[in-house]
């Protein structure tokens, strides 16, 4: 089977910096990605992970390690904004564009 | 500028009406899309792969009976729900590959909130 996990809900306050994780086992692997959802909109693409590293844009860095299945999404000076679902998702093949979504972590960031 | 559009945003019927959903990308092709289905505070999973001038591709468990996909343009993706009941309320959402963009692989519409009443 194919499996993406996160924290279902983190908290944190403005100002300060959270680190989401992301563990998955997939059938095959072919790039990472991370997307920020509101409450009742689309998703919007944040980050994209390949190579083993990590990747920042900003105020948003995201880290991947393929041998042990793992990517964080780091998140700095936090703004209260940043209240939203964070999907962690993984392309697993070479000939798709498919792909396979995470549970999705829920950041509310206080004052 | 969206590059995806869905439509409508938002549909409220009685149970056991059929619902068709569009989805259409915006000034460039799509040969193939995809259709996720949200139930509250939960992730995005994937229901189907549209797939233009052939069959679409189910994700197990999905009925293919329930969930009409027909992929007839390179533009155009429909999903209809057929005699839907409450339990089949939830947030719809389409997405299709940018062909230029590999390291951005989809761009989602703005999703249909269907409430079955």
């Known amino acids: 089977g194919q499996n993406i996990d996160q924290p279902t809900e983190m908290t944190a306050t403005e100002g300060a910096i959270v680190q989401i994780n992301c563990t998955y086992q997939t059938s095959g692997f072919n790039g990472l990605f991370w997307y920020q959802q509101h409450a009742g909109e689309a998703p919007t693409f944040l980050s994209y992970n390949v190579l083993d590293g990590l990747e920042e844009k900003g105020r948003f860095s995201s880290f991947l390690s393929r041998s042990k299945g793992y990517s964080y999404l780091l998140l700095k000076e936090l703004q209260m904004k940043d209240s939203a679902s964070y999907l962690c998702a993984v392309r697993s093949g070479h000939n798709t564009d498919k792909l396979i979504f995470g549970t999705g972590t829920r950041l509310q960031v206080f004052p | 500028g969206a590059v995806v559009s869905q439509h409508p945003s938002r549909v409220i019927c009685k149970s056991g009406t059929s619902v068709k959903i569009e989805c259409r990308s915006l000034?460039?092709?799509?040969?193939?899309m995809f259709w996720y289905r949200q139930f509250p505070k939960q992730s995005l999973m994937l229901m189907a792969t549209?797939?233009?001038?052939?069959?679409?591709?189910?994700e197990q468990g999905v009925e293919k009976d329930k969930f009409l996909i027909n992929h007839a343009s390179l533009t155009l993706s429909t999903l209809t729900v057929t005699s839907a009941h409450p339990e089949d309320s939830s947030f719809y959402i389409c997405?299709?590959?940018?062909?230029?963009?590999?390291?951005?692989?989809?761009?989602f519409g703005d999703g249909t909130r269907l409430s079955i009443l």
């Open positions: 549209s797939n233009e001038g052939s069959k679409a591709t189910y």
């Open positions: 000034d460039f092709q799509a040969t193939t």
């Open positions: 997405s299709a590959p940018f062909p230029t963009d590999s390291n951005q692989p989809q761009h």
